[in-house]
């Protein structure tokens, strides 16, 4: 059955030290507390992955993932990280589509299509974000606007390789606002998803497809939106940065 995941995206936050320093809690933390079923991830700046990835080794169920990776496979272009740089740090996973990046570099459905296309064939995982904004839920085309995210970028993908991702649904209005999307609205939309992704492939594709709720996400609320049956972890942005507060949520299934 599908996996129960909670992943932390550091986005830009965290010196060397301070990332080692709250890596290290971390792993202590899960090895005492936290259902070794549970996979935990942590997303740290790209500078920062080798040296998280190292501490995290220590503990089978603490895996490190990249916040971003390049369209291209290699070349000319400066500053950027390609997928196959990231595999080579030990890394497993890969956020693609996180709506800051749509936002501030304007990284287009067809860009996270050619993104998600190089991760698997890193044999990375891409954990593939979508949502909507305020404005798109207001209008009531919430679920159409998400569901051509999800087509746009991952229905060219044959059965064998959806098999392989993970989908993070976060609604761009509870992002780092405090405001949490009920665990009705987050059921709906996870169960909205699924239904789309058994219509696109087979019923068992949706099943076995592990799809994260981010947005405003803490310890207090994470047990009810865990419950429901759609949702099957989360995408942590703020409170990832607090070693207790992260490692609650992931003790919240
Ligand atoms: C995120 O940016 O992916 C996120 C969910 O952030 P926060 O938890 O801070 O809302």
Excluded at 62 to 73: D, F, G, K, R, T
Excluded at 151 to 171: C, D, G, M, Q, R
């Amino acid at each position: 059955m599908r996996k129960n995941i909670v992943a932390g995206n550091w986005k830009m936050n965290k010196t060397l030290d301070e990332g080692l320093q709250l890596t290290s809690e971390v792993v202590n933390m899960v090895r005492d507390e936290v259902n070794s079923e549970v996979q935990v991830v942590l997303a740290p700046p790209f500078i920062h992955i080798t040296s998280v990835q190292k501490l995290a080794s220590e503990q089978a169920n603490v895996l490190v993932s990249a916040q971003n990776c390049y369209h291209e496979e290699s070349g000319a272009y400066t500053g950027e990280v390609s997928a196959a740089m990231i595999k080579s740090t030990g890394a497993e996973y890969v956020i693609i589509g996180h709506s800051e990046r749509r936002e501030y570099f304007n990284e287009s459905d067809e860009q996270l299509a050619t993104k998600v296309d190089l991760a698997l064939a890193n044999d990375l995982i891409p954990i593939f974000c979508c949502g909507e904004s305020l404005e798109i839920r207001e209008s009531g085309s919430h679920f159409d606007f998400v569901t051509q995210q999800v087509t746009n970028s991952l229905f060219h993908l044959s059965e064998e390789s959806f098999n392989k991702i993970v989908i993070a649904y976060e609604p761009i209005w509870a992002i780092g606002t405090g405001k949490t999307a009920s665990s009705e609205q987050a059921q709906e939309m996870h169960a909205s998803i699924r239904a789309h992704v058994a219509n696109q492939y087979r019923n068992d594709v949706a099943a076995h497809l592990s799809i994260l709720y981010g947005g405003s996400c803490k310890p207090s609320n994470a047990p009810e939106l865990f419950a429901c049956a759609d949702v099957d972890g989360g995408l942590i942005g703020g409170a990832s940065l607090n070693a207790r507060d992260f490692v609650d949520i992931a003790k919240s299934f």
